[in-house]
């Protein structure tokens, strides 16, 4: 409790100064909220620290295992220290080699936590030369797995180096070298600690070797194992087989309502395979007015959407036809909002699907429904009848990475005979990356402009976005925005961003990676 009510005023100060930063300051006003931002983010990283410390001592803090990609796990946290080490002429290395294995099973988070504390230590203390992050290797064959393995990290500097009397202080908590090493250079003496703690945590040892004026290699040993990756790909394989059949066992007139151009060509490209030829609407206006031309017995409703939400929408949809004669309504959104299900149903839906759409969840659902049986004539003069009307009404109103997800996208592409698969996800890819800065601008602005209604919907649209794409932390962290908008928790905003454009740094870099990857192996 105490960390969280320091933490927060802490992440606000910064936050405020980077918004400061980007305004017109002269150099004198520009100089003042540097030492500001950068005071409040040193002071943030000593809270940060003072909070594992505490986890880990009290027994608090457990490991999350999960299968992820080592070599991308490290890129991440070079792509992330490059900016300081440049800042300071120090070259970082990575030295790659063919028997690192591509995935493992471990804490990601952790291990790229202990990564981050030794290269910015060894940034710290270098200030001429290079630093190399290295890995080797050991299969351990053991009674129950064939694929554990011991990895041996090596993070190498050039730097001051630490006398063999001093060493032995490293790893203990609150301690440095020298007081004069506290005062030159800053910290809480906590970072190797906690090091040693996570390291120890996942059944592994940390050591250093150093020579004083030559450099130091500190060293730290873990146990992990390989996924069974085939595993993993049967599962992803059933969850996106398609039944090419669909549309001759249950055809349907489908109508997709989805602003997000993300999401409007990944749900299109699923009900192509499935034999459909849904026609699409990119808000509830639009919606509106193409009910009033054609007939369609299921509408795909998103609910968030600019000019006119899906609630409003369908609420207008059962106001103005009657159930016999009005589509099926299901609801599509990535709200994290408790209630949200009720919501939509309340409105006047008749189901609900969650973001991202998966495919056998879709089939289930279109499963459901049924072709409506109307009378045309009495349809179209129903329509006659209330056309004017809608058209005054119109008038009147004022106008957010699982490698599964990746694969999934490919899958869609190549399914359709008009769509090179590979081509398809790369844009996808492209259009993401280009296309989140300038969420993340917005965001921004519409706080700066206290617009609650454009911020939520900007998280939102994030959120569901970066689900599509198997970015599943950072579509997390903008649901949460979304519901901290919503209870009006003004002061979490700044913090919340801030977590949001981290998760986005890595997102891009684990994006990139995986571009290359896919270049590589097709």
């Known amino acids: 409790m105490i960390t969280h009510e320091v933490r927060t005023p802490i992440t606000s100060v910064s936050g405020m100064a980077s918004l400061l930063l980007n305004t017109k300051l002269n150099h004198e006003q520009k100089e003042f909220v540097k030492t500001i931002y950068t005071s409040g983010e040193s002071l943030l990283k000593i809270i940060n620290d003072f909070l594992d410390f505490s986890k880990i001592e009290s027994g608090k803090l457990d490991l999350e295992i999960k299968p992820f990609n080592l070599r991308s796990c490290i890129h991440e946290v070079l792509y992330l220290l490059a900016p300081k080490a440049r800042e300071k002429g120090i070259k970082l290395l990575f030295i790659?080699?063919?028997?690192?294995?591509?995935?493992?099973?471990?804490?990601?988070?952790?291990?790229?936590?202990?990564?981050?504390?030794?290269?910015?230590?060894?940034?710290?203390?270098?200030?001429?030369?290079?630093?190399?992050?290295?890995?080797?290797?050991?299969?351990?064959?053991?009674?129950n797995y064939s694929n554990s393995y011991e990895l041996k990290f090596a993070v190498k500097d050039t730097g001051i180096g630490i006398s063999k009397e001093n060493l032995e202080r490293l790893f203990k908590a609150f301690s440095q070298v020298n007081s004069s090493i506290t005062r030159q250079y800053g910290g809480t003496?906590?970072?190797?600690?906690?090091?040693?703690?996570?390291?120890?945590?996942?059944?592994?040892?940390?050591?250093?070797?150093?020579?004083?004026?030559?450099?130091?290699?500190?060293?730290?040993?873990?146990?992990?194992?390989?996924?069974?990756?085939?595993?993993i790909s049967e599962n992803v394989a059933s969850d996106v087989e398609i039944d090419a059949e669909m549309a001759k066992k249950h055809p349907l007139r489908i109508l997709l309502v989805e602003d997000n151009v993300i999401n409007q060509r990944m749900i299109q490209l699923m009900l192509q395979r499935m034999g459909y030829q849904p026609n699409v609407a990119n808000n509830g206006l639009e919606a509106l007015a193409i009910l009033h031309s054609q007939t369609y017995d299921v509408v795909l409703?998103?609910?968030?959407?600019?000019?006119?939400?899906?609630?409003?929408?369908?609420?207008r949809i059962c106001q103005e036809w009657t159930a016999d004669i009005r589509p099926w309504i299901v609801a599509l959104t990535a709200s994290a909002m408790w209630g949200e299900r009720d919501r939509c149903l309340a409105s006047g839906m008749d189901n609900y699907l969650s973001k991202p759409i998966r495919i056998k969840e879709l089939m289930e659902v279109l499963k459901k429904c049924q072709p409506l049986i109307v009378n045309e004539n009495n349809f179209n003069q129903n329509i006659k009848d209330k056309q004017m009307k809608e058209l005054e009404n119109l008038a009147a109103i004022e106008s957010p990475i699982h490698p599964a997800s990746l694969y999934e996208i490919l899958q869609m592409a190549s399914f359709n005979p008009s769509v090179d698969a590979l081509e398809f996800l790369f844009e996808t890819?492209?259009?993401?990356?280009?296309?989140?800065?300038?969420?993340?601008?917005d965001i921004h602005t519409y706080i700066s402009q206290n617009n609650d209604q454009a911020l939520r919907r900007a998280a939102h649209t994030l959120a569901s976005t970066s689900a599509t794409l198997g970015a599943v932390n950072l579509a997390t962290f903008c649901t949460e925005l979304e519901v901290m908008i919503v209870n009006e928790e003004l002061d979490k905003f700044t913090e919340q961003i801030s977590k949001i454009e981290s998760e986005y740094q890595l997102v891009q870099v684990a994006l990139e990676n995986e571009r290359k990857n896919m270049l590589a192996t097709f």
């Open 301 to 315: 409703m998103d609910v968030q959407m600019p000019e006119m939400d899906g609630l409003t929408a369908t609420q």
């Open 429 to 441: 890819i492209d259009y993401y990356l280009e296309e989140t800065p300038r969420v993340l601008q």
């Open 189 to 231: 003496g906590l970072g190797l600690a906690i090091c040693k703690k996570l390291v120890e945590l996942m059944d592994g040892k940390i050591w250093v070797e150093s020579e004083l004026g030559v450099g130091s290699t500190f060293y730290f040993a873990i146990a992990t194992s390989t996924p069974v990756i085939q595993e």
């Open 96 to 143: 790659d080699t063919p028997e690192i294995p591509t995935q493992i099973e471990g804490d990601i988070t952790r291990l790229r936590q202990i990564l981050i504390n030794l290269l910015n230590n060894a940034i710290k203390f270098t200030d001429i030369g290079s630093i190399e992050i290295s890995v080797a290797t050991l299969q351990k064959k053991t009674q």
